[in-house]
């Protein structure tokens, strides 16, 4: 079975500092991978998505970055940490479900709560 | 972006009562998939829809992808106190490499 993991869960970091959170999945080849903000407990805003390895797009213009160095690793950066950059940030994986369904389903980490102070 | 519209944003109710939510969107979309998210957890997936009109039940809960294929709803039967988080709906168009997210339902249970 497929399986995604997101570290650290619980980040406080200074502003100005760099950030890197890390997402893998195990159990399936060549998925989606999407890195999700979600402000406040509501509201889910796509950051970025890739479709294979190195291939990013970017949803919004920010402060932070996304890399895909391997099929099932997903990689959220940020150079220098802004007090605005503090949220829920949420890793998630599809593959295309194929046999005969026009869509697919997305499948949740459990999210890293980044504080910034 | 595709924007759903969902609704209502928070709900109140007593255990033992029916919950009924809805989410609209401006374009059709080829999924329709709900969520429910607990307080500091990511999102789990309740109930996927792939085709228009498909009622899909997954224990008390039951939704429906819309004829028109621009809504979706979820109805919560005999409700009890595990039931309380946020409801998120979600669709897909085209490939299917987008998810496009409602802005959640508030569910409180009171006992």
């Known amino acids: 079975s497929q399986t995604i993991h997101q570290w650290p869960a619980t980040l406080v970091q200074p502003v100005g500092s760099p950030l890197s959170l890390e997402c893998t999945v195990e159990g399936t080849s060549n998925p989606n991978l999407y890195w999700y903000r979600q402000a406040a407990g509501r509201g889910l805003q796509l950051l970025f998505y890739?479709?294979?390895?190195?291939?990013i797009s970017s949803e919004v213009p920010q402060n932070l970055s996304a890399s895909r160095p391997q099929d099932r690793q997903f990689i959220l950066s940020s150079k220098k940490l802004l007090l605005s950059d503090s949220g829920f940030y949420l890793c998630?994986?599809?593959?295309?479900?194929?046999?005969?369904?026009?869509?697919?389903?997305?499948?949740f980490g459990q999210g890293t709560r980044l504080t910034v102070v | 972006g595709q924007q759903l519209n969902q609704s209502p944003q928070s709900m109140f109710i007593q255990e033992g009562e029916d919950v009924s939510m809805n989410c609209t969107s401006s374009s059709i979309f080829n999924t329709w998939l709900w969520y429910k998210q607990d307080p500091g957890e990511g999102p789990v997936l309740l109930i996927a829809l792939y085709k228009a009109g498909e009622l899909t039940s997954n224990g008390r809960l039951t939704a429906q992808f819309g004829i028109t294929r621009k809504d979706s709803f979820l109805n919560i039967s005999a409700s009890i106190p595990s039931d309380v988080g946020i409801y998120f709906c979600?669709?897909?168009?085209?490939?299917?490499?987008?998810?496009?997210f409602g802005t959640g339902t508030s569910l409180t249970v009171i006992p």
């Open positions: 998630a994986w599809s593959v295309w479900s194929g046999q005969g369904r026009l869509g697919t389903e997305a499948f």
């Open positions: 890739s479709v294979g390895i190195g291939q």
């Open positions: 979600a669709g897909t168009m085209n490939t299917g490499n987008q998810f496009y």
